[in-house]
C-alpha cells in the first residue's frame, strides 16, 4: 500500500450511550490528538486525517491503525473526572483507568 493511503475503518461507539462532545474532544486530546476540534454547528469531533466521531449517533470514521477500545477507555476516564469535579469529590488515580473517589463530609 503506497504511504499516502489513509485507510479507515467505521466503528460505532454507540454502546457508550449518550456522548459529550467535550468529553469525546478532551479523551482524544489526552490520547495526544491536539488537532482535534469540535465541528461548528455538529456534534462531531474531527481530529487526524479525516477521522471522526459524531457523538449524536455514536458512528465513527478512524484510521485502520486506531483502537477504538483505546478511545472507549479515554472517553470513560473523562467522565470519571467530569462527575467527579460535579460532585466534589477527591479522585485519585491508583492505576492505568483506574480510580478511586472519595467524598468530604
Not at 56 to 61: D, K, R
Request: with cysteine; hydrophobic share 35%; aromatic share 8%.
Amino acid at each position: 500500500m503506497p504511504c499516502d493511503t489513509i485507510s479507515t475503518n467505521t466503528v460505532d461507539l454507540s454502546s457508550l450511550g449518550k456522548l459529550s462532545p467535550e468529553l469525546v474532544l478532551a479523551a482524544l486530546k489526552a490520547l495526544g490528538h491536539t488537532n482535534a476540534r469540535i465541528d461548528a454547528g455538529s456534534k462531531r469531533v474531527s481530529f487526524g486525517r479525516g477521522e471522526y466521531i459524531d457523538t449524536a449517533t455514536g458512528q465513527s470514521q478512524l484510521a485502520r491503525n486506531m483502537d477504538a477500545n483505546e478511545i472507549k477507555r479515554a472517553y470513560s476516564a473523562q467522565v470519571i473526572q467530569y462527575q467527579a469535579k460535579k460532585n466534589g469529590w477527591t479522585l485519585k488515580q491508583t492505576g492505568p483507568f483506574d480510580y478511586v473517589a472519595m467524598k468530604q463530609y
